[in-house]
């Protein structure tokens, strides 16, 4: 299992981004996959996930409105559209399944 996040990058804030969970060797259609994030000093926070195959989603209360989940089963590839980005998202973004992390990717939202 092997998941490579990308997307991220220096944003203004209210600006936007999409990030991209790739995997290998296993198809994302058939699990739980999810989006953590860890700003400096601070937990490992779950931003948005799948609960499974079935296409439920979750979102913290902070991104609802704001943030969407989505996949793709052909590219095996999971996404996250953040809007209105505050400054206080700052921080890596994790992609998670399979009891696998992905490297992450930075997130800087800052004018």
């Known amino acids: 299992v092997r998941l490579v996040e990308s997307g991220g990058g220096l944003v203004q804030p209210g600006g936007s981004l999409r990030l991209s969970c790739a995997a290998s060797?296993?198809?994302?259609?058939?699990?739980?996959v999810k989006w953590y994030r860890q700003a400096p000093g601070k937990e490992r926070e779950l931003v948005a996930g799948f609960r499974s195959a079935g296409g439920s989603t979750d979102y913290a209360d902070s991104v609802k409105g704001r943030f969407t989940i989505s996949r793709d089963n052909y590219k095996n590839t999971v996404y996250l559209q953040m809007n209105s980005l505050k400054p206080e998202e700052t921080a890596v973004y994790y992609c998670y399944a399979i009891e696998s992390w992905g490297q992450g990717t930075q997130v800087t939202v800052s004018s």
């Open positions: 060797g296993f198809t994302f259609s058939g699990y739980a």
